[in-house]
């Protein structure tokens, strides 16, 4: 399933590097319109890197993309959370080579500008996302379709057999990672498990409350276990989750919808004062204000992961902002990617983190309508594509 640096390996980059490539990709035409055709893949310019995609979660994000919630450029191959196989580079490129074990990167790390100088920073300007182009740095794209340019998502567009990315979106792994399964820790575990141990720094015996308990989410869930907190509170309205929740560290399931309050009145009823963390992971402002109102009036930290559909506002009682509480947004956990991405799989490598419970399907990329269905039917954690 996954290639190894063998023969095989080998061969196939001497066959097609410098070549055009034509290979297999999903390709949304427009807004909920879905279908896997044949495209051309360019070789990669000057630091740029061609990779053999081995597996590609399917995240919220895509799914806020394909239902056309953010204004991005269609027709597009959509897909960020990837894992794969270095097939060519581009000239320049020194920190990979052919053969390398990778991950891409939706948010790069370029190194030169202020976000990735900065000690805190780690929303790189050389993104494209907020807003998108769907072109490489150049201004132009590495696909095309019956003719027709398609557009890249995410600076990476893994649900595609072969993809070109930038140099700085590539982090290069442990040549021992398992090529089926650690596609999550491009997205979903940085961005889960990050948000509470490297951006919230939850703390041993505290309480923490989770909206949404999906991949990202339960990954939230991961780090306050792994953090020490002594209680964790997660909200969804989809019950079938609960029993992977409680599994990973949920002391306390909620569905708003079998309330008979708001769901921050209940928190605050359960904690007496409110909760330490507070983590939002569904991208909707109602519940991101719930989040904040279930923070301690003083000392909460309210930290936003969701991504937020085009032009919502989110709306706060001004005159409880001033009492101490923080509100944060953080994306891909804080981490600088390319620097700490590597480490985040070798702390899988060594045990420390377990990424297993958030894969519930693995599916081949064939079936991606199949992986969708379980997605919205609210059956899975993470469906991995395998390639």
Not at 212 to 238: E, F, Q, T, Y
Request: proline share 5%; with cysteine; aromatic share 6%.
């Amino acid at each position: 399933m996954s290639l190894q640096d063998t023969k095989e390996t080998r061969k196939l980059i001497m066959d097609t590097a410098g070549k055009i490539i034509t290979c297999r990709a999903a390709i949304a035409w427009a807004a909920n319109s879905l279908s896997i055709e044949k495209v051309q893949v360019e070789p990669p310019k000057a630091g740029e890197v061609r990779i053999k995609m081995t597996s590609s979660g399917i995240c919220s994000s895509d799914d806020h993309l394909l239902k056309g919630l953010s204004p991005v450029n269609f027709p597009l191959i959509p897909g960020h959370e990837g894992a794969g196989i270095v097939e060519s580079i581009g000239k320049g490129v020194r920190s990979v080579k052919p053969g390398d074990k990778v991950l891409t990167l939706p948010i790069p790390q370029c190194r030169e500008c202020s976000s990735c100088l900065h000690p805190k920073g780690n929303f790189c300007e050389k993104r494209d996302i907020l807003p998108s182009s769907g072109l490489m740095l150049d201004g132009t794209s590495r696909f095309t379709c019956k003719g027709e340019k398609i557009y890249h998502s995410f600076g990476t567009s893994t649900f595609s057999e072969y993809t070109v990315v930038h140099e700085i979106a590539v982090a290069k792994i442990d040549d021992a990672a398992p090529m089926d399964k650690i596609c999550v820790i491009s997205c979903a575990v940085p961005t889960g498990y990050g948000a509470a141990v490297h951006s919230a720094k939850v703390t041993p015996g505290s309480t923490c409350v989770i909206f949404g308990l999906g991949g990202v989410g339960l990954a939230i869930v991961m780090g306050c276990k792994a953090s020490g907190a002594a209680r964790i509170i997660g909200v969804d309205i989809n019950e079938e989750k609960f029993p992977w929740a409680r599994a990973l560290g949920v002391t306390d399931c909620l569905n708003p919808q079998n309330l008979k309050k708001p769901v921050q009145e209940v928190v605050m009823e359960m904690t007496g004062v409110g909760v330490d963390f507070a983590f939002e992971a569904i991208g909707l402002p109602e519940t991101m204000t719930a989040a904040w109102d279930c923070c301690h009036l003083s000392y909460g930290v309210c930290v936003i992961v969701g991504w937020a559909p085009q032009n919502s506002q989110l709306s706060l009682d001004a005159t409880k902002v001033i009492t101490g509480r923080t509100l944060k947004g953080v994306a891909l956990g804080g981490y600088k990617t390319r620097d700490c991405v590597p480490q985040l799989v070798t702390d899988y490598l060594r045990n420390k983190i377990n990424i297993g419970p958030l894969i519930t399907h693995q599916l081949p990329f064939e079936q991606l309508h199949k992986a969708f269905e379980l997605y919205h039917a609210g059956k899975t954690i993470r469906c991995v594509l395998l390639f």
